[in-house]
T-cell receptor, first 113, second 115 residues
Framework: DQQVKQNSPSLSVQEGRISILNCDYT??????FLWYKKYPAEGPTFLIS?????DKNEDGRFTVFLNKSAKHLSLHIVPSQPGDSAVYFCAAMNTGTASKLTFGTGTRLQVTL | DGGITQSPKYLFRKEGQNVTLSCEQN?????MYWYRQDPGQGLRLIYYSQIVNDFQKGDIAEGYSVSREKKESFPLTVTSAQKNPTAFYLC??????????????FGPGTRLTVL
């Protein structure tokens, strides 16, 4: 039972354009969402997060949008840079349960020149 | 420099042998976690610990064991009972207490290969 889904395994975007990575969840108890970036053979690095009391959070080139009614969130990267090429994982948690994260399967982003 | 260290980076083991993966953090974080990643899959939680001398099973704990004798250390033992141990293992830690401190910080990982 995949509670967090990233339906696009890969995405290719030109440098300078917007990258939009999507994530859907099914568990209505999730109230905090995170995006991680991961390079091969390395640990994930935290990118940005959003609480369910918000619908948008912005940090530099990265913006996360949350649509609670649709149980959908998205990560926007503008402008995309070659160094953004990595696998992006969406994760969700219920802050009342020991902060256990449930991860999606990841989307591989390739930013081309 | 504060951070999470995992050793070794690559580990090979023969079938039927137990092996212990190390995870150490000097971030003074209370909670620690073990995940495994398989190709094409997300990270799955094996065990977690919110406080010294206490730990709980995650979603895929069978064939694994842990201990938390010190705040900074959370070793994971992959036993011979684990049916498919070849994977990339990741350790993470977090400040307990919630609020804005929900992010988990990850170590560099250990690639375990069973021969």
């Amino acid at each position: 039972d995949q509670q967090v889904k990233q339906n696009s395994p890969s995405l290719s975007v030109q440098e300078g354009r917007i990258s939009i990575l999507n994530c859907d969840y099914t568990n209505s108890m999730f109230d905090y969402f995170l995006w991680y970036k991961k390079y091969p053979a390395e640990g994930p690095t935290f990118l940005i997060s959003i609480s369910s009391i918000k619908d948008k959070n912005e940090d530099g080139r990265f913006t996360v949008f949350l649509n609670k009614s649709a149980k959908h969130l998205s990560l926007h990267i503008v402008p995309s840079q070659p160094g953004d090429s990595a696998v992006y994982f969406c994760a969700a948690m219920n802050t009342g349960t020991a902060s256990k994260l449930t991860f999606g399967t990841g989307t591989r982003l390739q930013v081309t020149l | 420099d504060g951070g999470i260290t995992q050793s070794p980076k690559y580990l090979f083991r023969k079938e039927g042998q137990n092996v212990t993966l190390s995870c150490e953090q000097n971030l003074n974080h209370d909670a620690m976690y073990w995940y495994r990643q398989d190709p094409g899959q997300g990270l799955r939680l094996i065990y977690y610990s919110q406080i010294v001398n206490d730990f709980q099973k995650g979603d895929i704990a069978e064939g694994y064991s842990v201990s938390r004798e010190k705040k900074e250390s959370f070793p994971l033992t992959v036993t011979s009972a684990q049916k498919n141990p070849t994977a990339f293992y990741l350790c993470a830690s977090r400040i307990a207490g919630g609020g804005s401190y929900n992010e988990q910080f990850f170590g560099p990982g250990t690639r375990l290969t069973v021969l």
